[in-house]
């Protein structure tokens, strides 16, 4: 059973567009995350929410828009792609601040 | 903002040897964390040390902290091919803040 799972895995799109990438979690955790990771490797927090609700709102553009249905699932939802949009994006969760579960990953590329 | 800072960037050595990684940091933290990721996947937990402990092991791992130095090791030692993959620290800082990752440092395990 997967744990935390992200669809799509890779999403390839034209600049402008919109697209949605969602997460699911089945570890019954009250917290989950966005994290974006560069081309460097190097893994950013975008957003976290607590039972639905948005708790971490890092400086990310208002293209932006994260939504928590419930609490097994954040999905983010992007707005007039851009470039620079293009990176790894991680889903996460957590039940405590000691140790959080990552989803595959999903590759967005920008053209 | 950016809290640690893994060295080296990356490391090759062959099976069998230790592995050590460094990480430093900035700000005061309630623990700090080490993840592995392997090439295309999500980042997966390995180990904790609190900020009131030194020194934390876990099979082949071996975790140092230092907080009067702001900083941490990892070691592996007897290292196999599977070690191969990125590692990051990160660290939990006191009050509302997210897990701020390091860049990783690459490990190559040559056969």
């Known amino acids: 059973d997967t744990a935390v799972s992200q669809t799509p895995k890779y999403l390839v799109t034209q600049m402008g567009n919109d697209k949605s990438i969602k997460c699911e979690q089945n570890?019954?955790?009250?917290?989950m995350y966005w994290y974006k990771q560069d081309s460097k490797k190097f893994l950013k927090i975008m957003f976290s929410y607590n039972n639905k609700e948005l708790i971490i709102n890092e400086t990310v553009p208002n293209r932006f828009s994260p939504k928590s249905p419930d609490k097994a699932h954040l999905n983010l939802h992007i707005n007039s792609l851009e470039l620079g949009d293009s990176a790894v994006y991680f889903c996460?969760?957590?039940?405590?601040?000691?140790?959080?579960?990552f989803g595959p990953g999903t590759r967005l590329t920008v053209l | 903002s950016q809290q640690g800072e893994e060295d080296p960037q990356a490391l090759s050595i062959q099976e069998g040897e230790n592995a050590t990684m460094n990480c430093s940091y900035k700000t005061s933290i309630n623990n700090l964390q080490w993840y592995r990721q392997n090439s295309g996947r999500g980042l997966v937990h390995l180990i904790l040390i609190r900020s009131n402990e030194r020194e934390k092991h876990s099979g082949r791992l071996r975790v140092t902290l230092d907080t009067s130095k702001k900083s941490s090791s990892l070691l592996i030692t007897a290292s196999r091919a599977a070690d191969t993959a990125s590692y990051f620290c990160?660290?939990?800082?006191?009050?509302?803040?997210?897990?701020?990752f390091g860049k990783g440092t690459r490990l190559s395990v040559i056969a």
């Open positions: 990160a660290t939990d800082s006191p009050g509302n803040t997210p897990l701020v």
């Open positions: 570890l019954g955790h009250d917290t």
């Open positions: 996460a969760s957590s039940q405590t601040r000691n140790e959080q579960f």
